[in-house]
């Protein structure tokens, strides 16, 4: 029997659905964090369970052929991406098997529809600087400089990197600019031990087309009175090119949730703009927006050619955050309605149908599967009506899918963050009168495991 502390040598032959790697000893299995499908490795029992055990990685004796260096020097113990060292051909291939799997096992689908149906997986050329978004908390390190950078993986140590290669180049402009002037006028981080220090996190926004961006200071104050020192920051900051907006935003709470609910602008605008194909996005500090500009054009692009819009079809855009896909859908169908819970993404929507000129669209704030009930009795039944759902990870509420059933549109297109739960909806779905037609992948994440799906069912009736 396997015992902590054993150093045993395994064959790399899976990868978790964490990113670990996964082997066998005795046909017990064994997850090694940053282990490679194909690596020959030593590895060290750390926790044994029933089932299976956690190894930590000691050395490669055989490096997998899909084994790459790391571009990041702190990979490892940052653990924001988990499969930085793993080619990026590999990354895509598994991550296309991973939601296949899923649909076989949770989703019921045959092998036979799932060859004919799923499209190739939409990887990046250039799978690095992606990101339009960044999030650096501050501390001390133990000589008492002023740090920033990542936690470690699962915890609140801060390992110093202003140049996550995920982002973009300018996060270290800014992060530096921050630092210096830390330094300079003895302005503290913010401690999570005494809650005392003023900086916590600073956040950056980076439009990819307009080249704006923002910076939020996340300060442990009430308010700016007494921030006197901000000032001379705040003038080295907007020295940068692009710079639109500064913003604070305070949180005093003990707590590890990074914004805390109010902000104000210090200088410029509280939001910056871009572009996702032709319309343009107001995006307000606190609200989301996907992260990966370039591969969500591409997401919504297929989306949109899933449903193939004739232009008289009435469009629900569930979960529709700031309105990104029933403003791009806006374009060519004869109304869109979205549908969310946030109400601050809801005025971002209907402030981005504005400056956009679009006038087919509504939005509702509320819980999806409460407002779309209550809407779809009261309006008058169009002859074409198309549902698009883009869920957070937990998937659809079992009433709105149980409303979609009922309210019998055409076409239902799915985009999913998380195949899992979009396997277990789709199998509802199909199993109440709709039939699966269309799948692909879209690689908004690469060097993580995460990946974005996009489907099309249609009710089974219309095809035959
Ligand atoms: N389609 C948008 C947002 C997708 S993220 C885009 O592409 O930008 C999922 C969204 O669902 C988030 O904005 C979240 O606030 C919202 N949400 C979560 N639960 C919800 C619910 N029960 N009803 C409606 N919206 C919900």
Redesign the pocket.
Known sequence: MMQKNDVIEVTIEDMSAAGEGIGKADGFPLFVKDAIIGDTAKVKVMKVKKNYAYARLMEIVMPSVFRVPAKCPIARPCGGCQIQEMVYEKQLEWKETKVVNNLKRIGGFSEELLKEIVEPIVGMEKPFRYRNKAQFPFGTDRSGKIVTGFYAGRTHNIIANTDCPLGVEINQRVLEHVMDYMEQMQIKAYDEETGSGLVRHVLIRYGFVTKEIMVCLVLNAEDTTGLKQVERLIEALMQIEGMTGIVVNFNQKRNNVILGASCETLWGQNYITDYIGSIQYQISSLS???VNPRQ?ERLYGLALAYADLKGHERVW??????G??ALFFSQKAKEVIG????PQ?IEDAKENARINKIENTTFYV????VVLLQLYHEVERQREEVVVV???RKGC?KKLLETIVEMSPEKVVY?SCDSATLARDLKFLCGNGYGLRRVRAVDLFPMTVHVECVTLLTRSEATQ
């Open positions: 989301f927006f996907q969500t855009d569930m979960y529709c955050g700031i990104t896909i549908v969310e819970v946030v993404a509320g819980k999806a599967e883009d869920p957070p509420d985009v």
